[in-house]
């Protein structure tokens, strides 16, 4: 019996550590998801992107060839610099700061995604928001960037999509 065992659980060992080997799926777009819920001054959002496109973004940025995504506070504070660079969200003309809360990584259809979910705090309600979305266009020259907020307690909610050339957007809340 394990003579006929045997050969079947090599096999599978094999076959399972050719699919480790193997290289994430390429993926066809260049964009990033990124979802904000406000309410009263207070902002929660989080932005999911390809880890490959991602790591060549931080590595562009900051001259690191080497940079490879994992969830440490040297690469969340790479990340939360370049974030707060090529995404601002301003309120009253004041650009708002985010600061990461978590960060992680999870496939998408096979393909490595990195997300982080980022706070913000204003200084007064958000009325009005004035958004610069300008993720990654510096490296892809089709970057899309797509970008939803849900205002509470009016639970409006509006959608919004960036590109190169047209990435900044103006929107009341209220």
């Given amino acids: 019996m394990f ?4 050969p079947l659980v090599l096999f599978l060992l094999a ?7 193997r290289p994430a799926p390429p993926h066809e777009f260049h964009v ?4 904000l819920a406000v309410e009263g001054p207070m902002g929660m959002m989080q932005i999911r992107l390809f880890k490959d496109d991602l790591e ?3 590595r ?4 690191l060839p080497e940079l490879t995504m994992r969830a440490d506070a040297e690469v969340d504070s790479l990340f939360g610099l370049y ?3 090529k995404l601002v969200l301003s309120a009253g003309g004041a650009p ?10 999870e496939l998408q259809n096979g393909i490595p995604v990195w997300w982080y979910t980022i706070s913000y705090e204003a200084p007064a309600t958000f009325a009005a928001i004035h958004i610069q979305h300008d993720v990654l266009m510096e490296v892809f020259s089709d970057q899309k ?9 009016s639970e409006k909610e509006w959608s919004l999509y960036f590109v190169p050339g047209d990435s900044d957007f103006d929107l009341a809340l209220e």
């Avoid at 990033?32 to 979802?35: E, G, L, T, V």
């Avoid at 562009?60 to 001259?63: D, E, H, I, L, P």
């Avoid at 797509?146 to 509470?152: L, N, Y």
């Fill in 3 to 6: 003579h006929r065992i045997a």
């Fill in 15 to 21: 076959a399972g550590l050719s699919m480790a080997l």
């Fill in 32 to 35: 990033s998801y990124a979802r």
């Fill in 56 to 58: 060549a973004g931080l």
């Fill in 60 to 63: 562009q940025r900051f001259a």
């Fill in 83 to 85: 974030l707060n660079e």
């Fill in 96 to 105: 708002i700061q985010g600061v990461i809360v978590t960060s992680g990584e």
């Fill in 145 to 153: 960037n797509v970008f939803r907020v849900k205002h509470f307690p």
